[in-house]
C-alpha cells in the first residue's frame, strides 16, 4: 500500500510539470484561439536567460524576475513582429508559423548556449516529507503550489477582470470585438506575452529536474499536449487536473501493468484522452462549444 | 468546345510522352567516371585523392534532437586545419573535409552519401554518425567501392559483418565494453544482483545484449531492467521502480541528458546505494558535472580515450597540443566539450591509418583499415592501440576502467583487451 | 482592382487576331494540360540528364509528394487537421518491409498490399476519428504518431525491433536497360502519376463534392442529405491509403526501415510541408515536397553551424509571403502579371 501510494505521488509530480507548461497553452489557447506549439521551446528559451543571469552571478530570485519580465516583453514581441504578418490567415498557417518558431528556436538555443547540458539551481530545498512511510519531496511540493498559485492567478485573470473578458471576445469573434471598442491587436499581444511568462515559470520549475538542454521541453509538450486536451483547453483547473491525472496513470501503470512496461506506459493517456474526447469531447472541465447553424 | 479541346490536347500529350519514352530507352552506364591510379597501384580508384589534396566527407546531426554530436565534426575540421597549415598535410596532401547534415534521419542520410560520393567527388566517407543512418548508406558505399571510414557508432555489426568490407568501425563496440563491465563484476562482485536502465533502441540493446551474454555461467544476475524512450521527458519514474529491486549494482546505459538525470535520482533516492556503473556515452565529466560532484562519487565506467575534462591529462603532450590548436583553428569551440576531443582523437587516427596504406587511394585506404598492427594514437589512453585484420574488423576493443574520485576520474587497473579476454565478438 | 483592366475596351483599332496571338490565347486557355504535359515530359527525360544523386532526389520528392497528396485529402479537402500522418506512412514502410523480408512478397504486389493495409487501418481509426474536429483530432492522431514508435520497438519478430530492417532494394528488370536508381525513379513516378490521378478522380465524384460541402458547411451538408461522419471517415481511410503507398515507395527506394526512421518529427514536417505548399490545390503536394527535400539542405548551406535556425525562418518566411502555400503564390502574382501582359498587346 506504502508502495503505491509512493508510486502515486511520484506520478503527481511528474504530472505537476506536465500542468506547468499545459497552464501556458491553455492561456495562450484562451487569447488566441491557436495551439503554440513553439510554448515548450520559448519555456526553455526563457529558462537559458535565467541561467545566464545566476551564472554571471544574480541571486535566483532576481534572475526569476528579470527573466519574467523579458519573457513578457518577448511573447508581445514575436506576436508584433512574427505573427502579425499572418493575422487573418487560415488558422493553420499560424499553427505552421508556430511549428517554425519551434525549429528557429531549438536550434538557436543549441547555437547560442551548446548542447551541454547545464545544471540549474533549485528554488526549492532538498530533502523530503516523510508520512506513513511514503515521502514527498519538497521540490515536488514547491511545483505544485506554484503550480495552484498560477492556476489561481489565470483563473482571476479570465473571470473576474476587463482584461479576460476582453479576451474572450477576441479569441470568439475578433470581428465583433473590433466593433465594440476592444483593441484586438493589443489583447493578442498580452496573451503571447502572458503565455510566455508562465512558459517561463514552468521551465525554471522543471529545469533542476530534467536538467537544463535545448531538448528540454520537447517530452514535456507532447504530455502536456495531452494534459490540456484531457482537461479542457478552455479551463486552466482543468489543465491542471488532466496534468496530474495524465501523471499518475502513466506512472501507475508502468509499474504495475508488466503487458505495458516502461516502454509503452506512453499509450497509457493517450487510451485515456480518446476515452474521454469520445465521451465529452469538450474535455473534463470545458464547456461544450455552442454552434449556431 | 472546350470539353473537345481538352480532350485533344490530352490526346496528343500523352501521344508525345510514349514517344519520348521510347526514345528515352536506354539506361545510363554506371561508371562513375572516377580516375584511377598508375604503376605499382595500377586500376585502383584515386577518385578525390591527388598528391596535393585529398577529399573526405562526413555525416552528422547538426539539426534536430541529436545535435549534440554535431560538435565531433568541429574537432576533426580543427584537427585537419593543424594538420594542413603546420605539417603540410597528411603526407602532403592538403585535406579538405566537407561535413554535411541529416538531422539523424536515415533517408537523409542516404541523400548526403550520394551528394558527398556522386557531386563532391570525395574519397571517402570519413565516418557517418549513428546506427540508423550508417546501416541505410553502407549498401550503397560498398556497392560503390567507396571506403565509409572510422563510423561513429558502437554497433557490433560494423565488426562481425563480412559482407560489406568498405565499411568500419572505430570505438570499442558496446558489446565489448559490456565485457568489460561482467569482467570488473565478476573480480568485485561475483554475485551481484544487477539494475539496468537502457535506452530502447539499438546502442541500449546492443550494450544490455552483451552485458548478459558476457555475464552467462556467472554468479551475477539481473534482477531488474527499465527502458526508456528518448522522447521521454525524465527517467526518474524508471528509477523508482528499479530502486526497488533490491539491486546492488546499478547499470546505467544511457545517453548524456537521460545519464545526468539517472545519476541525480540514484543520489535522491536515500535508501538505494548501488554500485554505480555508467556507460562510457554518457560518463564525460560533462555529464557528472551538473549533478554535483559530491553525487557522483564512486560511480564506475570503463573510457579508451582522453577526457579534456580530467586533470591528470593537464600536462599530456597531446592534450597541450588539442587545446593551443583547438583554440587557434576552432575558437569558437569548447575544447572542454569531449565530443571536441573525440573528434581529434578519430581525425588523427584517420591521418595514420592513411599514413599506413601503401597506396593513397580508395583500395589502399580499405586494405589499411583493415589491416592495423598496434597502432598508437596520442589521443587514446595509454595502453589502448588500434588492430584490426583477417576476422577483426574492430579497431579498438581494449578500454580501462575508471573510478569517480573527487572531482575526476581515476583509471585504476590496466587497459583491459576484450579480444585476449573474451574471444572475437561473435555475428548476432 | 480587379475590375481596373479587365473590361478596358483598347485605344487603337482592334486588329485580327495574329497566329501569334492564337496561340497564346490556346496556351492561356489551356495552360493546365499543357503543363502538365511539359511536366511529364521533363519528369521522364529527367533520370537519363542527370547523376544518380539528382534523380535519387527526384524519387524521394515524389514519395513525399504521394504522402502529401493523402494529407491534402485530408487537410485541404475535408478541413480534418492530421498530426499523425507520419504513423500511417510508416506503417506503409513496415508493412512493405516485413512483406519483403519475411514472405518474399514480389515487390510490385506490396504496393497495393500496404496501400489496402494502411486503407483499412484508416477505416478503423475513423471511427472515434470522425467523432473529433479540428484541434482534438490534430492531438489524437499526434498521439498516434507517438506511440507507434515504441510499439513498432516492442513487437521485433515482425519489425526488427529498434535495429530495425534491413532489405534488397528492387531491382532493375533486364529488358529494359536502366541503371538501379533510374528504375526507383520510375517506380516511384508512375506511383505518383497514379496517386494523382486517383484523387483527381476522387474529388470528382460524389466524394469528393461532399467532402467539400461537408469542409465547408457540415449543416448544410447534413441538410442536403450528406452524412458528415461516414464522408469524413471516407477521407480519413483514403488519406492513409496514401501516406501507406508511399511509405512503400519509400522502403523501395532506401531499403532500410527502422523506428527512428518515422518519429513524431515526420508527422508535424509533413504538415508544415502541405500547407507550405498549398492546401487544397493539386500542385500543393508536389511543392511541399519539394520544400521537404530542398530546403533542409539550403538551409545547412546557408548556415553551417545551426541549419535548424534558417529552416524555421524560412517555413515563417513562405508563410508570410504566400499565407495560402506556394501553390496560391502565382494566384497572387498573376493577376499583376497577365494584367502586365493584356496592356502590352
Known sequence: MADFLQQCVAGLSAGAIYASLALALVLIYQFTGIVN??????????????????????PFWLALVLTLAISFAGGMLIERVIIRPVEGAPELTIVIVTVGLFIFVNAAAGWIWTFLIKDFPNPFPDGALRAGGVSVGYATL???????????????????????????????????????????????????????????????????????????????????????????????????????????????????????????????????????????????????????? | ?????????????????????????????????????????EGQQ???????????????????????????????????DYVNAEQGGIDGRKVEFVVRDDGYQPPKAVEEARRLVEQEQVFALFQTLGTPSTTATWDYANQRKVPQVFVATGASKWGTDDKHPWTIGWQPNYVSEARVYAQFLKQEKPN?????????????????????????????????????????????????????????????????????????????????????????????????????????????????????????????????LYRAKMKQYAPNADPAVPYHAFGWAVASSFHKTMD??????????????????????????????????????????????????????QLFGDAIDTRKAFGPVEHP | MKTSTAGTPGTGARTEPTARDRATAFAVRHWRPILVGVLLLVALRAPFELVPFRVFQLTMVMVYAVALIGLNLLVGHAGQISLGHGAFFAVGAYGTAAMMYHWDVPYLLTFPLAAALTFAIGLALGVPATRLRGLYLALVTLAIAIFLVPLLKRFESVTGGSMGLTLEKPAPPSWTGLAPDQWLYFLALAGTVLAFAVVRFLLRSRVGRALHSVRDNETAAEVMGVKPASYKRLAFAWSALFAGAAGCLYTWTIGFVSPDSFTVNVSITLLAAIVVGGLGSTAGPLLGGLFMMFVPSLSQDINDAAPGVIFGLLIIAVMYVAPTGLAGLPGRIAPWTTDKILRKR
Open chain 1, 37 to 58: 506549439f513553439a510554448q515548450g521551446e520559448l519555456a526553455m528559451f526563457a529558462t537559458y536567460i535565467a541561467w545566464t543571469f545566476i551564472d554571471a552571478g544574480l
Open chain 2, 192 to 320: 551481484a544482483k544487477v539494475a539496468v536502465l537502457f535506452q530502447n533502441d539499438d546502442f541500449g540493446e546492443d550494450l544490455v545484449g552483451g552485458f548478459k551474454k558476457a555475464i552467462e555461467g556467472s554468479g551475477i544476475t539481473i534482477v531488474q531492467e527499465e527502458s526508456y524512450e528518448v522522447s521521454d521527458p525524465s527517467v526518474e519514474p524508471q528509477m523508482r521502480d528499479l530502486a526497488g529491486s533490491g539491486a546492488d549494482v546499478f547499470l546505467n546505459v544511457t545517453t548524456p541528458k537521460f545519464g545526468s538525470q539517472a545519476l541525480a535520482a540514484d543520489a535522491k533516492i536515500g535508501d538505494w546505494n548501488p554500485l554505480h556503473i555508467v556507460n562510457n556515452v554518457a560518463a564525460s565529466v560533462t555529464v557528472l558535472e551538473p549533478v554535483g560532484f559530491d553525487n557522483v562519487q564512486g560511480v564506475v565506467s570503463a573510457t579508451y580515450y582522453k577526457d579534456p575534462n580530467d586533470p591528470q591529462w593537464a600536462n599530456d603532450a597531446e592534450m597541450k
Open chain 1, 142 to 293: 514547491g511545483i505544485l503550489a506554484v503550480v495552484g498559485a498560477v492556476m489561481g492567478l489565470l483563473y482571476l485573470l479570465f473571470r473576474h477582470t476587463k482584461i479576460g473578458l476582453g479576451m474572450r471576445a477576441v479569441a470568439t469573434n475578433p470581428e465583433s470585438a473590433r466593433l465594440v471598442g476592444i483593441r484586438v491587436g493589443w489583447t493578442l499581444a498580452l496573451g503571447w506575452g502572458l503565455a510566455a511568462m508562465v512558459g517561463a515559470v514552468s521551465g525554471v520549475l522543471v529545469a533542476p529536474l530534467l536538467f537544463l538542454e535545448p531538448n528540454m521541453m520537447g517530452g514535456v509538450l507532447i504530455y502536456a499536449f495531452a494534459a490540456a486536451t484531457l482537461g479542457g483547453f478552455d479551463s486552466p483547473l482543468g489543465a491542471v487536473v488532466g496534468g496530474l491525472i495524465v501523471g499518475v496513470a502513466e506512472t501507475l501503470a508502468g509499474a504495475y501493468v508488466d503487458a505495458i512496461g516502461s516502454d509503452l506506459k506512453i499509450g497509457v493517456p493517450l487510451a485515456i484522452i480518446l476515452a474521454v474526447l469520445l465521451l465529452r469531447p469538450q474535455g473534463l472541465f470545458g464547456r461544450p462549444a455552442v454552434e449556431r447553424a
Open chain 2, 356 to 409: 599506413a596504406a601503401e597506396c593513397k587511394t580508395r583500395e589502399g585506404l580499405r586494405d589499411s583499415m583493415r589491416n592495423l598492427a598496434n597502432v598508437q594514437v596520442p589521443m587514446l589512453l595509454p595502453g589502448v592501440t588500434m588492430q584490426t585484420g583477417e576476422g577483426d574488423g574492430f579497431p579498438i576493443e581494449s578500454m580501462q576502467m575508471m573510478r569517480f574520485e573527487g572531482e575526476r576520474w
Open chain 2, 1 to 41: 468546345m472546350r470539353r473537345t479541346m481538352r480532350r485533344t490536347t490530352a490526346a496528343s500529350a500523352a501521344a508525345l510522352l510514349l514517344a519520348s519514352a521510347a526514345a528515352a530507352c536506354g539506361g545510363r552506364d554506371e561508371g562513375g567516371g572516377g580516375s584511377t591510379a598508375e604503376g605499382r597501384c
Open chain 2, 46 to 80: 584515386t577518385t578525390g585523392i591527388t598528391d596535393e589534396s585529398i577529399k573526405l566527407g562526413g555525416i552528422y546531426p547538426l539539426s534536430g534532437p541529436a545535435s549534440a554530436y554535431g560538435d565531433i565534426p568541429k574537432g576533426i575540421g580543427a584537427y585537419f
